[in-house]
């Protein structure tokens, strides 16, 4: 079982930076694929990132690809998510997910994946 933890959400304004982090335990992180999503209030939860399980791989949502920048610390246990230039529609619950590493291609669909966090809110002011 894994146990997954987000950290580094808060209030932001326009404009500004954050770093979330998603520490892992209870599992062989190693062998994991990663991904960040978000979900506001309302809509459905979205793909933001993924990174394979030795972070050699990543994909991106093409709507935030230009902004954010995943990545991986394995001797950690962690996955980041670095997102810049903020926007207020970036508002929303921010989660890390995992699933095992098969060596195809990065899961993109909430479904697709086992094991997530509690989520950690980001809120980006106009």
């Known amino acids: 079982q894994v146990q997954l933890v987000e950290s580094g959400g808060g209030l932001v304004q326009t404009g500004g930076s954050l770093r979330l982090s998603c520490a892992a335990s209870?599992?062989?992180?190693?062998?994991?694929?990663m991904g960040w999503f978000r979900q506001a209030p309302g809509k459905e939860r979205e793909f933001i990132a993924a990174?394979?399980?030795?972070?050699?791989?990543?994909s991106y949502r093409d709507p935030v690809k230009d902004r954010s920048t995943i990545s991986r610390d394995n001797a950690k246990g962690a996955v980041y998510l670095q997102m810049n230039s903020l926007k207020p529609e970036d508002t929303a619950v921010y989660y890390c997910?995992?699933?095992?590493?098969?060596?195809?291609?990065?899961?993109?669909?909430?479904?697709?994946?086992?094991?997530w966090g509690q989520g950690t809110q980001v809120t980006v002011s106009s």
């Open positions: 997910a995992a699933v095992y590493d098969s060596g195809v291609r990065l899961r993109t669909r909430p479904s697709e994946y086992n094991y």
């Open positions: 209870g599992g062989s992180f190693r062998t994991f694929s």
């Open positions: 990174i394979s399980s030795g972070g050699s791989r990543t």
